[in-house]
């Protein structure tokens, strides 16, 4: 098992920053990939950004390319998102995720969510 804790969210004018962690614990050593999802109210979970931990790889959805920047500290099993320059459409509950391959079987890890607000 792996238990996702997310920290970092909170209320922040447009134009403004916030960082979001993510602490693994459990059975990390299967993680293969790291994802941070975001979602509004009456939409669809959207992935935002993800890294592979065997390459380093990473991913960003086009709408915050450029604003958001993914990073693994693997000494504290911790996976962050730095947001700059947010926009009020960047206003969601961000949840942390994990993907594990044990026996060839995927598993998929969330955490509870961490809101984010961008407001005057």
């Known amino acids: 098992q792996v238990q996702l804790v997310e920290s970092g969210g909170g209320l922040v004018q447009p134009g403004g920053s916030l960082r979001l962690s993510c602490t693994a614990n459990?059975?990390?050593?299967?993680?293969?990939?790291m994802n941070w999802y975001r979602r509004t109210p009456g939409n669809e979970r959207e992935l935002v950004a993800e890294i592979t931990l065997n390459h380093m790889t990473e991913y960003y959805t086009d709408s915050v390319k450029d604003r958001f920047t993914i990073s693994l500290n693997r000494g504290k099993n911790t996976v962050s998102l730095q947001m700059d320059r947010l926009e009020p459409e960047d206003t969601a509950v961000y949840y942390c995720a994990a993907a594990a391959l044990r026996d060839a079987l995927k598993y998929e890890y969330w955490g509870h969510g961490t809101q984010v607000t961008v407001s005057s």
């Open positions: 459990g059975d990390i050593s299967s993680i293969y990939i």
